[in-house]
């Protein structure tokens, strides 16, 4: 299995002899349960176990994935198109890695092709492959635009991403509606303001 490193990651080897099974962590749920107050074999909690390693199986299948994968297959035929591809309103569904609670939000996503383009789709999928990994929301920006940067070759990539973190919304401080946005430029989105500020408006139109 071959991920981006955009972080230290485990080699796949390493990672299977480190992961702990799947009755651990149903142990480990149990006992968070029992550390909160309540009885973990309570008819409403004996099969919240299960449940909550299976939602964690979903929300961070992203280990699983590989980036690279899904930028490997380009086009190189796009008929002399040499304006930027945007794409708008992609989900984002991911867990800080400080308190494993959820930020929501939207990531914009341009890049400026060189030779080779890549199908849409790859580009949400990237997205979300990165999202569904522990981590703060300046690496996932960072971790999106340096696979698109390494696979593709563009003459620039733009990406921005607008979240609500709910560490900060039902912890901590208690303020709602407070939306965290993060961005970054490479190429030609860096060196020309005027590049830059057209993805904006078109981001946010």
Known sequence: MSLI???PVLVADEEASKRPSREQALEAVRTLIAWAGDNPDRPGLVDTPKRVVDAYGEWFDGYEADAAKELSRTFED???YDDMVILRDIEVESHCEHH???FLGKAYVAYLPGEKVVGISKLARVVEIFARRLQN?????NDIIDAIESHLQPRGVAVMLDAEHQCMTTRGVHH???STITTRFTGAFKDDPALMDRFLKLAKA
């Open 176 to 178: 709602r509606h407070v």
């Open 5 to 7: 490193p955009a972080k």
């Open 100 to 102: 494993m609670a959820p």
């Open 137 to 141: 929301q300046e690496t996932l920006t």
């Open 78 to 80: 796009v008929t002399g």
